[in-house]
């Protein structure tokens, strides 16, 4: 579960209140479990963050926040950072690029320090022949491995680091990779100018000042919301 703070301004009250005021709802998903909204009125000394954290619970350390407002470093309350699906986005996306090539011996690298992707790197089995996974984490992929293999008959080779005379026509990474012809930066989503189209139904849930794309993130690995999961770059 995750959180979405909502701070009331100033402007809306005709005076400031003494204590700061806290409201804890729940917003259902479709297809999803439900998320928090934590509706907050500051009071003369500003956001309570101890009565946030309170209201917020277990999804305190998921919180997602209107620009501009930032909890102190002694907080319970952490910014949600979405771990894996702008991974999964940039996955999707080389799957569908790789697809239009079907004619082609295509290859593809993943890096995926943490082992984060390990049960998504499957969508692009179909379209690449050959897939190489650099991680620190390779018993991640173990399990996976073993039902790609039994599914496609196809293996993947699971490193800790790239081989220098090893060329790739996709990479999926945040750090640069030479040796691969079209490299797609997961990280690059969260930037403010995303080519990413998402749907107008989260768009309209999504609450004013939040980042559409980051509550999108929190509804795919906080909520379970599977749909999202399908996302590409607007390119594709």
Known sequence: MFSVLNVASEKRSAFRRRRCEVEMLLSPVKGAAPYKI???SPGRKGVDWKKVALAAGNSAGSMLLPQGINPPESA????FVPRFLPGVI??????????????????????????????????????????????????AYFKPCVGIMERYGATLKVCLQLNGSESFD???????????????RPSELLSTERPV??????????????????????LFECS???????LTLKMI
């Open 90 to 139: 940039m996955l999707n996306t080389v799957a569908a690029l790789a697809a239009r090539h079907s004619d082609k011996k295509l290859s593809a690298v993943v890096a995926d320090e943490c082992g984060a992707l390990a049960e998504y790197v499957e969508r692009i089995v179909p379209f690449v022949a050959k897939i190489t996974v650099v991680t620190q984490a390779p018993e």
């Open 197 to 218: 189209d998402i749907p107008e139904e989260y768009i309209r849930m999504c609450s004013q000042g939040i980042d559409p794309f980051l509550f999108v993130c929190a």
């Open 38 to 40: 934590i509706n907050v």
């Open 76 to 79: 319970d309350v952490k910014a």
């Open 170 to 184: 996709y990479g999926v990474s945040d750090a640069d990779i030479p040796c691969a012809k079209a490299l797609f």
């Open 224 to 230: 379970g919301l599977k749909a999202v999961g399908n």
